[in-house]
Structure formats: structure tokens, C-alpha cells
């Protein structure tokens, strides 16, 4: 099947600063998602993007389906953006391409 | 609306019960999933529906899972005879349709197996 593999896998941060959020796929997709999941484990959706660039207010995100990868940015950090970041696929590959196939995730910490 | 709701948040079995989770997908989704959570990893699929068909349920890790949605709507995932091992997080997600669409998901329900 599909692998998804993301880095860095633990991330802290000061609040106010940049980061950038790397997810690699091993083989191409039909779908991509980035997810927050909040510290009470909720999965909320932050972008669906299979392909190009989307911003939605601090957060941004680039996937180049070609070099099969994306990219999460998060500017001016603030403590509620600590969490798990999770990037999910999908894949004719996974057998029907219904499932997503989550990564591994990065644990981010934003510290006052 | 309303998002993805599921019940119970927590359930607490002793091994070798039955329990019985319930999902409420999003008004008018025709898709909806299940997923397996570990601590720690990323979530699991289990298995799919399209309305009342379960088209695919490669996921289920053994025959003591079974899942359902009769009416299209309202789905239910039934784990017999409790192991330690099937503690996890179970989580649903429902999306307008079958193939690459954007899936939401519920909050979980949290099963403890002692």
C-alpha cells in the first residue's frame, strides 16, 4: 500500500514564530487532507488539497502532486495550535480509494 | 449543521463483553467510514459504506467486528467479546460522497477493555 511519512516528527515552538510541516507520499494521490487534532482528540480539517496551494488565515498549505509531497504552513504560532498534525491520502493504490491512509504525524508544542 | 456526532465518548468493557458504538454522520452524506485509533498513531481504516452498502471492510481486524447502517443514515460498530487489545479510539468520518471527497470527522468514542 500507499506509505505517508511526515517530518518533523515533534516540533516546539515559541509563540509568534513560523513553521513548516512536511508530508511525503510514496506513490500518487487522488485526495489529500491536513488535520489538527486538538489535545481532547478531535480531527478538525484544515485543508483538502490534492493538488496547489491554499491559505486559510495563519495557515497555508502546498501539495506538488508531481514530486509526491505537501506542505503545512503555520506563521505566528499561538498555544492553540498545539497538537498532532496529521496529513491523510488517498490512494487508488489502497484498493478502491475510498480509505484514507494516515502519516505519522508531528506533535507540535507552542510554549508562551 | 451539525457535525459528526458519535456515542458514547467513553465506554469502559470488561473482556469478553459486547459493546456497540454508535455514529451519526452529516446530513446528507452518503459515505461513511470507520476508523481505528491506537495511543499514539494515526488512525486506522476499518471499513466503508456507500448508503446501506458496506462496500469495504478490509479493515476490520478480526470477525469479532461487525459494522452496519440499515437506513443509509445512522451507522453502528459492534465488537464481540472484547480483547485488551481492541482499546483504542474509534472514530467515524462522513463525507458527501464515495470517491476523493473531503471526509469530516466525529469526535470519537474512547473504549477501554479491562
Known amino acids: 500500500g500507499i506509505q505517508v511519512e511526515q517530518s518533523p516528527p515533534d516540533l516546539i515552538l515559541q509563540e509568534g514564530a513560523n513553521s513548516t510541516l512536511r508530508c511525503n507520499f510514496s506513490?500518487?494521490?487522488?485526495?489529500l487532507q491536513w488535520f489538527h487534532q486538538n489535545p481532547w482528540g478531535q480531527l478538525i480539517n484544515l485543508f483538502y488539497i490534492p493538488s496547489g496551494t491554499k491559505q486559510n488565515g495563519r495557515l497555508s498549505a502546498t501539495t506538488v502532486a508531481t514530486e509526491r509531497y505537501s506542505l503545512l504552513y503555520i506563521s505566528s504560532s499561538q498555544t492553540t495550535d498545539s497538537g498532532v498534525y496529521f496529513c491523510a491520502v488517498e490512494s487508488e493504490l489502497t484498493g478502491g480509494g475510498n480509505k484514507l491512509t494516515f502519516g505519522t504525524g508531528t506533535q507540535l508544542k507552542v510554549e508562551l | 449543521g451539525a457535525g459528526v456526532s458519535q456515542s458514547p465518548r467513553y465506554k469502559v468493557a470488561k473482556r469478553g463483553q459486547d459493546v456497540a458504538l454508535r455514529c451519526d454522520p452529516i446530513?446528507?452524506?452518503?459515505?461513511l467510514f470507520w476508523y481505528q485509533q491506537a495511543l499514539g498513531q494515526g488512525p486506522e481504516f476499518l471499513t466503508y459504506?456507500?448508503?446501506?452498502?458496506?462496500?469495504?471492510k478490509s479493515g476490520l481486524p478480526s470477525d469479532r467486528f461487525f459494522a452496519e447502517r440499515p437506513e443509509g443514515s445512522v451507522s453502528t460498530l459492534k465488537i464481540q467479546r472484547t480483547q485488551q487489545e481492541d482499546s483504542a479510539v474509534y472514530l467515524c468520518?462522513?463525507?458527501?460522497?464515495?470517491?476523493?471527497?473531503?471526509?469530516?470527522f466525529g469526535p470519537g468514542t474512547r473504549l477501554t477493555v479491562l
Open positions: 506513490d500518487s494521490v487522488n485526495n
Open positions: 446530513s446528507g452524506h452518503v459515505s
Open positions: 468520518a462522513s463525507s458527501l460522497s464515495g470517491f476523493y471527497n473531503e471526509q469530516f
Open positions: 459504506f456507500q448508503n446501506e452498502a458496506q462496500l469495504d
